[in-house]
């Protein structure tokens, strides 16, 4: 289940670098206007540090790529219709409110889907159906579809996953299912990070 953040919870669950994982990622000094924008739309809701896992994979990829807009959009193709919305409104920057997962388990179905879809050649699922994680393939190097970084990449994946993640509160079933594909989007994002950082 996700962590709430408390006062005193966050004074005893830092990791060994002395971060606070219940705390969301602080925007870079540095970062373009459109991802102030968006980490600002990404952390008005606080989602537990798992999802913070995500945030400051996200931050790493973007970080690497100079805040810059990638050569391609993330691929659309059975994409939550939910963040087709959010981009047609201008990604909520002219004052348009967060679309609304009235149906988190349809929701989850479809975004599973497209995720699905994303994934590199190389990544194989387990016998339980889950993808693996026991290591990135062809020497992390390579991405497929999801080497797609700035307004029009990475940030759909996070958004796909916050407003889902806002929707599933109080579900336990529901809520499993949300942090399954936050840890498993955590796990590919950093591999995308150490790609870029290396590249």
Avoid at 50 to 62: G, K, P, T
Avoid at 157 to 186: H, K, M, N, R
Wanted: charge should be positive.
């Amino acid at each position: 289940m996700r962590a709430r953040h408390s006062a005193s919870t966050a004074q005893t669950s830092r990791d060994v670098r002395g971060k606070d994982p219940l705390v969301a990622p602080v925007c870079p000094a540095k970062a373009a206007q459109w991802f102030v924008s968006a980490h600002a739309q990404m952390t008005r809701v606080p989602l537990g540090c798992h999802f913070n896992a995500v945030l400051a994979a996200w931050i790493r990829v973007e970080a690497a790529s100079k805040f810059e807009h990638g050569p391609m959009n993330l691929p659309s193709r059975r994409r939550p219709t939910h963040v087709g919305t959010w981009i047609g409104g201008a990604r909520g920057t002219r004052g348009t409110a967060d679309p609304k997962v009235t149906d988190a388990a349809a929701y989850a179905r479809q975004w599973q889907t497209w995720w699905d879809g994303l994934q590199p050649e190389w990544r194989k699922k387990e016998k339980d159906g889950k993808w693996s994680t026991k290591e990135y393939g062809a020497g992390g190097n390579e991405w497929g579809p999801l080497t797609q970084w700035g307004v029009n990449g990475t940030l759909s994946i996070v958004a796909s996953l916050y407003f889902w993640g806002c929707a599933v509160p109080g579900d336990a079933e529901l809520e499993a299912q949300w942090e399954a594909a936050v840890l498993d989007v955590a796990w590919a994002l950093e591999g995308l990070a150490i790609f870029y950082e290396k590249f």
